[in-house]
């Protein structure tokens, strides 16, 4: 018995390489609606997030990276590399501090931290203008993401991160939808999931 798909395929002229941005956008998006779930307080900080965080939000988002780059894809490798060694830093920020390499970041330096990923993906937004709308809604609500950590742990009001948790849980499934939407409908070779037009260029 075969899992080979036999319904034709619109198959593109291209370069032979598979779009890796369906990769990237899922391993985005399920890691940061897992952590945000914790973010909300539904669980603890646990080894279920740092696993996803290493291996899918991580490496998986990196791999993407650089087969967008064999693409030629410059906006695809800076933001899948970019987000995949985010998920890597942040994963070592919370474990070097247990291995007793490093003390634990401040709160001083999770603000800062944060505020600098926030702003790198605000200008990251800019880019999405000329791409579709599914991408501009991920971008700008993980812009709003970031943003609103930093006004979690620069005032320590813990509804305000929890508002966050809520928020980064649309933003990640948005990015789960985005991913979903380009295999299915490369798949089918029509729109199942409209991600809107893309910009005039």
Known sequence: MTLIPTTPVTVKAGDGIANP???????????TVLLNIHNAGFFEMNSMIFAMGLFYGGLAQVIAGIIEAKKNNTFGLTAFTSYGFFWLSLVG?????????????SEDAMI???????IFTFCLF????????????????????????VAGDATGDASIKHLAGYEGIICGLSAIYTGIANVLNEVYGKTVLPIGPVAAK
């Open 93 to 105: 920020l919370l474990v070097i501090p247990k291995l007793g390499w490093a003390p634990a970041a």
């Open 112 to 118: 800062v931290y944060l505020s600098i990923w926030g």
């Open 21 to 31: 941005a369906p990769l990237g956008l899922c391993a985005f998006g399920m890691t």
């Open 126 to 149: 800019f880019g999405t203008l000329k791409l579709n709308k599914a991408l501009q809604f991920v971008f700008a609500s993980l812009t709003i993401l970031f943003f609103l950590l």
